[in-house]
């Protein structure tokens, strides 16, 4: 395997990551408050739907992407609603949240496209209808040595979503363990009445850790159908909701390393689209099947606790319920 091909797929490797990463963090926030997210999967899909959907009809991606963070927010207040304030079970309302988005968005993709079950494809509505490539300064006039390839053929050439995918894991990191509010909200996964005795509303943080669980899905859904591809397709999200929850308990709910797994997870998935290359380098030939099927079974691995013992919030999935 030649050092361009080694750069070719850790390219893939980004894009496929980034919609990993943002939901990674999304369920990092909500989960750091004791809320745990199991639709993720269907923010993610909802968010897919809509914000192609509306890019598609006003041919501008940034109504699109507004449109995709509003259905996933949307949804994160009904998981709200169930979990916080109705105290229901986190994990049955993230189950039917994920049923909620995978029935809808194909039923209204249906009625507004008729080409069933999908939205047309955004290259027909012009260069503003999705994201597109940035070109760093400079990547034009590298040469081919090694620097040169990276620059050009790696860091440049994504879309604007990347980069804001990359630069949300220091600002997560940041708000998370450098703010008052961080400090706040990862107390509420903790030991939610310690913070109810210090006069913060629980109730309030949660719902917070909550919307922006629902920004960073919508981020995620709206690179799906926007940024990776030009369109949204029936259930589009190929089950990275889960690939993502299994990434944040391989990163031990921390922000760097969420980064790292999600990257691990894109670099399976880039693997599947170059079987040659793996066969050049482990000299066997290998069913591609077994390499599509490789992220699906390090979740089934990490999930059944073979990577080292995680150890959740502690008062993560309890409703909590105020002394009187």
Known sequence: ???????????????????????????????????????????????????????????????????????????????????ITFRGNQLISGVAINFL???????????????????????????????????????????????????????????????????????????????????????VGENPAAVDTAGVSVVGLRYVAVGICGILCGLAGAYLATGLQAGFVKDMSSGRGFIALAALIFAKWRPWYALWACLLFGFLQALSLRPDAVEALVQVNVPGQLLDALPYILTVVILAGFVGKAIPPRAGGEPYVKER
């Open 101 to 187: 988005a995978a029935g809808l968005t194909v039923l209204i993709a249906q009625d507004w496209f008729s080409q069933g079950g999908r939205t047309p494809s955004l290259s027909e509505f012009g260069p503003n209808a999705r994201f597109n490539q940035i070109t760093l300064p400079f990547a034009d006039q590298m040469g081919d040595d090694k620097l040169g390839i990276i620059y050009r053929e790696l860091i440049s050439g994504h879309s604007i979503l990347v980069y804001v995918g990359f630069l949300t894991v220091p600002l997560t990191w940041y708000v998370l363990f450098r703010t008052r509010f961080g400090l706040r909200l990862r107390a």
């Open 1 to 83: 395997m030649d050092f361009l091909t080694v750069i070719q797929i850790s390219d893939t490797a980004v894009r496929f990551a980034i919609p990993l990463l943002f939901a990674c963090l999304a369920g990092l926030f909500s989960e750091r408050a004791g809320i745990f997210d199991i639709g993720l999967e269907g923010k993610m899909l909802a968010a897919a739907f809509f914000s192609a959907a509306i890019a598609a009809l006003t041919a501008n991606v940034w109504i699109g992407l507004a449109a995709g963070i509003g259905a996933s927010v949307a949804l994160s207040v009904i998981h709200g609603l169930a979990s």
